[in-house]
């Protein structure tokens, strides 16, 4: 089973092979009403109705050389396993909005995984896009900005090995007081 973070690295992979250059993510962890959703939000070249109904079909891709593409359709299939939905949004020349939902405590609702080192990863390796992740759990939350992040670091740059190394920690600092 795939965990939730590989799938935003796959979404992720997605709106920057759309020419993204804005990504906003967010976990929301509702625990009143037992549902766990995922959303990726583009300002890439986003798809008509066609190409969006066509998207979710493993044997449909825009990627060369390889002719299936696959990232969404397990995205689909997972949430559909544990009683959720995956739902598509998208305007040719705006952008996409992907949302993934699962029921919270269903058996088969993939585990989030490690996000930090998934987003350490994102942020890094592409300096030319904006990145947002917010994380939510019941009451509580954080947000992490590569932006004010990039400002902060006042030329310093994002993949600088030390940045990613307090990126990590700083992120799972953040997620462990979301548990308590
Ligand atoms: N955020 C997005 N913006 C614009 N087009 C998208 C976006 N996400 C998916 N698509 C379109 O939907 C197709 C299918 O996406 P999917 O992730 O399922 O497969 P893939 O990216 O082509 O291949 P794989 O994920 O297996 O590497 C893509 O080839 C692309 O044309
Ligand atoms: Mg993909």
Redesign the pocket.
């Known amino acids: 089973m795939r965990d939730i973070s590989l799938h935003v690295l ?2 992720v ?3 920057l ?2 020419e ?1 250059t804005d990504i906003q993510i967010t976990l929301d962890e509702d625990l009143e009403q037992n549902l766990l959703c995922l959303t ?1 939000r ?1 300002n ?4 008509s109705a066609e ?2 109904q ?5 044997f ?4 060369t050389p ?1 002719n ?8 689909q299939a997972a949430t559909e396993r544990a009683g959720g939905q995956l739902q ?1 949004y ?1 305007q040719l020349g705006k ?2 909005t ?1 949302v993934a939902s699962f029921v919270y405590d269903n058996v088969d609702r993939p585990p989030i995984g490690d996000m930090s080192l998934t987003l350490t990863s994102i942020i890094a390796l592409n300096e030319q896009c904006q990145f947002t992740y917010q994380h939510r759990r019941g009451e509580r939350g954080f947000t992490l900005s590569s932006q004010e992040l990039r400002q902060e670091l006042a030329g310093i740059p994002l993949d600088h090995p030390q940045v990613a190394a307090w990126l990590r920690d700083y992120v799972r600092e953040q997620e462990k007081t979301l548990e308590v």
């Open positions: 796959d979404l992979q997605n709106s092979a759309a993204a990726i583009d890439g070249r986003g798809m190409q969006c066509a998207a979710l079909d493993p449909y891709t825009t990627r390889r299936v593409g696959l990232g969404l359709s397990l995205l598509l998208s952008g996409t992907v």
